[in-house]
Nanobody, 126 residues
Framework: QLQLVESGGGLVQPGGSLRLSCAAS????????IGWFRQAPGKEREGVSC????????NYADSVKGRFTVSKDHAMKTSYLQMNNLKPEDTGVYFC???????????????????WGQGTQVTVSS
């Protein structure tokens, strides 16, 4: 059973950076798509970014384009979300999620993923 654990959240000032990690256990992430999502208090969960672990495709929400970068490790065990120039509106709980998909070369930031991590809190405040 694939399990995901996020880490790297914390408190950062506006303009600062954080790097989130999504580590898999129980399986590698070969042929999986990884999605990154966030949920602010009182708001619905929104897609932030995604990556095809066995390919090159990535995708970003308009609100984070140019500031966030999603990546993966060569061992196919971890995905990363590098977040730069953070803004207060980036505050929320960040989740990673995975779905097995060996067919589509393109990932989606819609929340139709199978496995979810427990989330890590990101707070952007001065």
């Amino acid at each position: 059973q694939l399990q995901l654990v996020e880490s790297g959240g914390g408190l950062v000032q506006p303009g600062g950076s954080l790097r989130l990690s999504c580590a898999a256990s129980g399986s590698t992430l070969n042929f999986h798509h990884i999605g990154w999502f966030r949920q602010a208090p009182g708001k619905e969960r929104e897609g932030v970014s995604c990556i095809v672990m066995s390919g090159r495709s990535t995708n970003y929400a308009d609100s984070v384009k140019g500031r966030f970068t999603v990546s993966k490790d060569h061992a196919m065990k971890t995905s990363y979300l590098q977040m730069n120039n953070l803004k207060p509106e980036d505050t929320g709980v960040y989740f990673c999620a995975a779905i097995y998909n060996a067919r589509s070369p393109i990932c989606t930031i819609r929340p139709n993923y199978t496995y979810w991590g427990q989330g890590t809190q990101v707070t952007v405040s001065s």
